[in-house]
């Protein structure tokens, strides 16, 4: 007599130890998921039914997915609004960050390329009244660091003063500008 085998039935193989769920089913190949959560596969003539353990698994899953993924789109998640102390926003100087090859570039032109990133984005937080801004820069020889301080001292409205250590090390400098 032939075994009749579904998705969603438990069954058992005959020489081992183990058990679970089919979860597919390919010709003469068994998938099934034991208990411990791993998919194991095995030939039909080497399981039996544990008829007392079936689980019902519907034809159509995906439509009953489809459903739920309908049904948890619709639900609106109220956002939590803080008051207080907004994140700075974070502008990156590693110089592969900047740019998508540094082949044919010499140290002053990457030292340009992250001073003048540096200044646009600068630029762009007075005008959008971003009031902090972290510059990550690295340790490294400090070259690029006496830079952006060269830099920030040319503005009258801003501050400037290492960021924190503890997310960043040592290699980031804040800045807070006053805002009018």
Do not use: C
């Not at 193989?13 to 099934?32: H, Q």
């Not at 044919?104 to 007075?126: P, S, V, W, Y």
């Amino acid at each position: 007599m032939k075994l009749i085998l579904k998705i969603g039935q438990r069954i058992s193989l005959i020489d081992d130890n183990l058990s679970g769920v089919i979860t597919k089913i390919e010709e003469e190949r068994i998938y099934f998921q034991t208990n411990e959560g791993f998919e194991i596969w095995t030939t039909t003539n080497q399981v039996i039914l544990d008829r007392d353990f079936e689980v019902q698994i519907p034809e159509d899953l995906n439509d009953l997915l489809d459903e739920k993924e309908k049904a948890y789109s619709k639900r609106k998640i109220p956002t939590k609004k803080v008051k207080g102390v907004v994140p700075p926003m974070e502008v990156d100087l590693h110089i592969h960050h900047l740019t998508s090859s540094e082949r044919g570039m010499n140290a002053h032109d990457k030292l340009n390329l992250q001073l003048d990133t540096a200044r646009h984005k600068l630029e762009f937080a007075i005008r959008k009244r971003i009031q902090r801004i972290v510059f990550i820069h690295g340790v490294g020889e400090g070259v690029l660091r006496a830079e952006l301080e060269y830099l920030f001292s040319r503005y009258e409205n801003l501050k400037y003063y290492d960021a924190d250590y503890q997310k960043y090390g040592l290699g980031a400098t804040e800045v807070f500008i006053f805002q009018n």
